[in-house]
């Protein structure tokens, strides 16, 4: 059983995204729409879908029809330098969800940079249906691996975000760092920014790769987690007041 909130929306549902999205790529403005489509591809976040007049359409190169479960659509590549071309966009044709033909979908990673507003987003767009909270406790937190005793704190900050597992974040000095290594890995969230810091564990010879993490500059509504350290409950064991809690089953930071 689940011991959090799961998400609220289906495959295909949409809605429209009441801010200025634009796409940004080697300095030039690839998009730039006020009146973008969230569509739900699965059901914990959305994509962009842009109506073709908000979208350079000239820096594409069309390719051929296929079908996806948004309808009829068309492949749209960029040219490489060596004439190569790379999956960015795709066009929709025609789809029995309203609004969607003649939307283009461009691929996140296509481009260098996503903006709301005038403010950068990574990973993927916000949901509207996402909330996060960042809310002090003083309910005590072990983190331990194969009953090592990781980090032993008398508070935190939990990270209350829908569809997703609490995130503890502790303070560093309640951390047992002597257990624990740097990684180079480092990602990003939508909600949060982007981490400055990965540790991984070994406990009695057995890794437990980037267990833990930190965020040095995150969001402003997440500003309460600024250096703390979270480990993430799918590889720990954790106990709140002295109570182990389940692990759960998705993976994201």
């Excluded at 960015?88 to 481009?111: K, N």
């Amino acid at each position: 059983m689940s011991t959090f909130p799961p998400p609220l929306t289906v495959l295909n549902q949409t809605a429209p995204a009441p801010r200025r999205v634009r796409a940004i790529k080697a300095g030039a403005t690839l998009a730039d729409c006020a009146r973008a489509l969230y569509v739900w591809e699965w059901p914990y976040y959305p994509q962009y879908y842009l109506p073709r007049a908000d979208v350079r359409m000239d820096l594409f190169r069309q390719g051929e029809l296929t079908r996806t479960p948004q309808g009829e659509a068309r492949h749209l590549t960029f040219e490489t330098g060596n004439g190569d071309q790379r999956p960015a966009a795709r066009l929709i044709t025609a789809s029995d969800i309203p609004g969607l033909t003649g939307c283009v979908r461009i691929e996140w990673s296509a481009v260098d940079r996503w903006f709301e507003e005038d403010e950068e987003v990574f990973v993927h767009p916000r949901s509207p249906y996402v909330r996060v909270d960042a809310v002090r406790s003083t309910r005590a937190v072990r983190v331990e691996v194969a009953g090592a005793v990781l980090a032993d704190a008398g508070g935190c900050v939990m990270v209350f975000e829908t569809g997703l597992p609490t995130r503890y974040y502790l303070d560093p000095t309640t951390v047992r760092f002597g257990a624990l290594a740097p990684s180079a890995t480092r990602t990003a969230c939508p909600y949060k920014g982007r981490t400055t810091g990965y540790w991984s564990a070994t406990v009695d010879g057995t890794l437990v790769p980037d267990v833990a993490w930190t965020y040095a500059f995150p969001t402003v509504a997440l500003a309460p987690v600024a250096g703390l350290v979270a480990f993430l409950n799918e590889r720990v064991d954790i106990f709140i007041d002295g109570e182990a809690q389940a692990r759960p089953l998705t993976h994201f930071t």
